[in-house]
């Protein structure tokens, strides 16, 4: 039994070894169940062969066999006749002959197939076992595609085919020679040498992907990333990029995982030709160095204080869109450094930013706003319920050419709620918002500048009274919630000297009307007394369709002209405003939000958003109207219509068609897209057709095809032409 248990264990570690994939080390200590229908030994040749049917079980591997043989005089050790070693890992190794000497390290191995975890195979007429940790094998392929159930003597979707696959144990790596690509068994490219980690590695220096086409901005172009490695914690990737029209672009990005943080840095640079000025007249300016950089990360300092930054710059207005280096293009580029901490009911923050405006004719000057603090408390319950509270806040605002302002605002207040045995909801706030700033360079009428000091003091108390009603009747639950909020509070707290730098953007809809302060941020505060009042809705089926809604309207008690911020809370009675979101079942969705205008219900501003339909069959839509002057910087209105249309036409395609247009008189279309998309489980292949409109300096409306090829486990190629 111990030389049967010597056997076993060195055939195991044999076909284990040959797999180039294990990871597992197999272990003496672990006990040897042999079957076989007949074993043998000659002492006088110092051989053991078990033969037929032969399994050789130790922890959880088992070996199957048709024979097993071990000569002590040579130190060969050799299994033929079916071979199939199931590893723990879930790999399943086939053979039909394995012979190793020399203590293992040599051998030949005759028609081996390797069952990888994800169903990836390799296969190989015969492999040659090296040195203990080199395996080479002949006339080998690689393919993770399944086979066909019916026909499975059929090639895979893709695989690559070899003359020789060599893979080093000791690198983890694993090398071709005079390999091809074969898609249906039809060979589509040709390498001479081709090399990749092997399964066992995460991260490896190296070149990746590359990705090509044309583009009607930068014209042909050609990407080569390089993959460096760095240790564990550090990784970096240097892009050159090479365009027909733009010469050489060079980006990268660095990447470290710190112990309590992580920080991520890109960039790229280039010497090319901008346009300056009106797009319809621009300026050229050849040779210029553009590009970009970003930097972000976080730092956890301990358990209470945590810091993070988020910067991002580039050289002019059009070079993020010109060579396409965020997906989203942003109108402003907003850099942040922020330090905040936690404990118990306090938090404190402490930020600092600042902008870059990539908009088409604007020349208002950015501010630079360092710092800006934030801190708020909330005390324990009292013996009511209720809670006192304290908020606070500086900011710091500068510019090069306009008003600076520094702002300190403390806001004390005391908050209570109950629910009444009569289903009634109460809650009650008292606050005293008392605010100074400390303004410099201001324009006065006659053009002169001066420096002032504003101060005010606006005490609120706020009621909010709340009482739902349900009720089910056939089989329907419904719901209605009256709402009424009592606002009290004093007159021409805005003063004209007050710039408002964080509420520029005002619109009354449904998502600010209940609030105490209508007004983003705290320059613009929604003084004056008013009452609130609506009701929300709902009708709920049995099985999980619902339809959902709200209505209300604000009265104010007396007219404030000092709503220097927005005219549209200036009249006695708001517009109505609300929403209804209709899902009657999964495959339907319409949320309908409005303003109607309080003295005729004429439509001031809406929105519909839907989706129709399964996966199979898919309509989704929003469309947006504002009437001129329903916002505070709404001037001209706006209606736009975005739709569009998928299919999962099956388990592998589906396609998508969608458009994008300003429905206003002199508009017209914005952009339009089409997609079509196949995967499975060892290739994507994805194509968009993109008609975009933009026009903006040395941006001009084009036309792309894009596509991607993506092979499991190799990477991807992606291309594109416009």
């Not at 940790?133 to 080998?140: P, S, V």
């Amino acid at each position: 039994m111990v030389r049967l248990s010597f056997i076993a264990t060195f055939v195991i570690a044999i076909i284990l070894t040959q797999t180039a994939i294990g990871r597992e080390k197999l272990s003496n200590d672990l006990p040897v169940l042999i079957f076989a229908d007949e074993i043998n030994y000659d002492d006088e040749l110092g051989t053991v062969i078990a033969k037929g049917k032969v399994e050789i079980t130790q922890g959880k591997r088992t070996l199957l066999a048709n024979t097993v043989s071990y000569n002590q005089k040579t130190d060969t050790v050799s299994a033929s006749g079916n071979i199939i070693l199931h590893e723990p890992s879930g790999q399943v190794i086939f053979a039909e002959f394995v012979e190793l000497t020399e203590e293992l390290k040599n051998g030949i191995i005759d028609r081996i197939q390797i069952l990888l975890e994800d169903k990836s195979r390799f296969a190989a007429n015969s492999a040659v076992r090296r040195d203990g940790n080199k395996i080479q094998m002949y006339r080998a392929l690689y393919s993770p595609c399944d086979l066909c159930e019916k026909e499975p003597e059929k090639p895979p979707l893709w695989q690559l085919k070899a003359e020789r696959i060599d893979h080093s144990q000791k690198d983890r790596e694993i090398r071709y020679k005079d390999v091809f690509l074969e898609m249906w068994g039809f060979p589509i490219a040709y390498a001479p040498y081709l090399s990749h980690p092997d399964p066992t590695v995460d991260r490896k220096s190296g070149f990746l992907a590359p990705s090509f086409g044309t583009s009607s901005d930068v014209g042909a172009f050609i990407r080569l990333p390089y993959f460096i490695t760095m240790g564990d914690e550090r990784d970096a990737t240097i892009t050159p990029i090479y365009t027909k029209d733009e010469g050489l672009v060079l980006s990268g990005n660095y990447r470290q995982r710190l112990v309590n943080g992580k920080v991520a840095i890109s960039g790229s640079i280039a010497e090319a030709q901008r346009n300056e000025g009106d797009p319809d007249n621009s300026t050229i300016k050849n040779d210029r160095v553009r590009g970009h950089i970003t930097i972000d990360g976080e730092y956890h300092l301990d358990d209470t204080w945590r810091s993070s930054f988020d910067t991002m710059m580039a050289s002019d207005r059009t070079y993020l869109r010109k060579f396409n280096f965020f997906k989203l293009n942003p109108n402003t580029l907003r850099s942040n450094v922020m330090v905040e901490g936690f404990r118990q009911r306090n938090y404190i923050a402490a930020n600092a930013y600042w902008f870059q405006d990539l908009r088409t004719g604007t020349t208002e000057d950015q501010p630079v706003v360092a710092p800006i603090i934030d801190f708020n408390h909330m005390g324990e319950a009292d013996r009511f319920g209720g809670r006192w509270q304290l908020d606070g806040n500086f900011r710091a605002l500068f510019r090069d050419n306009g008003t600076d302002s520094q702002r300190v605002s403390i806001t004390p207040g005391y908050a209570i709620g109950r629910t009444w045995n009569t289903g009634l909801v109460t809650n009650a706030a008292a606050t005293v918002q008392s605010d100074g700033y400390w303004l410099r360079d201001i324009v006065k009428s006659d053009g002169t500048k001066d420096n002032a000091f504003e101060g005010r003091l606006l005490p609120r108390l706020a009621i909010d009274a709340r009482l739902p009603f349900a009720r089910v009747s056939a089989g329907l639950k419904q719901v209605i919630e009256p709402i009424a909020i009592g606002i009290l509070a004093p007159n021409g707290s805005n003063s004209s000297n007050i710039p408002d730098e964080e509420g520029t953007v005002f619109e009354l809809d449904d998502t600010n009307l209940l609030s105490i302060n209508r007004f983003a941020g705290l320059d613009s505060v929604d003084s004056g007394s008013r009452i609130i009042y609506g009701a929300k809705f709902g009708l709920y089926g049995p099985n999980s369709g619902n339809i959902t809604g709200f209505v209300g309207q604000s009265y104010r008690l007396s007219k404030d002209r000092d709503l220097t911020s927005s005219k549209l809370l200036e009249t006695d009675f708001t517009d109505y405003v609300g929403r209804i979101d209709i899902k009657p079942n999964e495959y339907t969705d319409i949320l309908y939000r409005f303003k109607f205008a309080e003295s005729n219900f004429s439509n001031k501003s809406s929105s519909i958003g839907f989706s129709f339909g399964p996966t199979a069959f898919k309509l989704n839509g929003e469309y947006l109207f504002f009437e001129e002057g329903s916002t505070t910087v709404n001037t001209e209105g706006r209606e736009e219509l975005v739709t569009s249309f998928s299919s999962q036409i099956n388990q592998y395609w589906s396609a998508s068609i969608g458009t994008h247009r300003d429905l206003t008189k002199d508009g017209g279309s914005l952009r339009h897209s089409l997609r079509a998309r196949y995967s499975d489980e060892c290739f994507t292949f994805e194509s968009v057709a993109i008609r975009s409109f933009t026009r903006d300096a040395d941006i001009q409306p084009e036309s792309q095809i894009l596509f991607r090829l993506i092979f499991k486990n190799l990477g991807q190629v992606e291309s594109n032409a416009g």
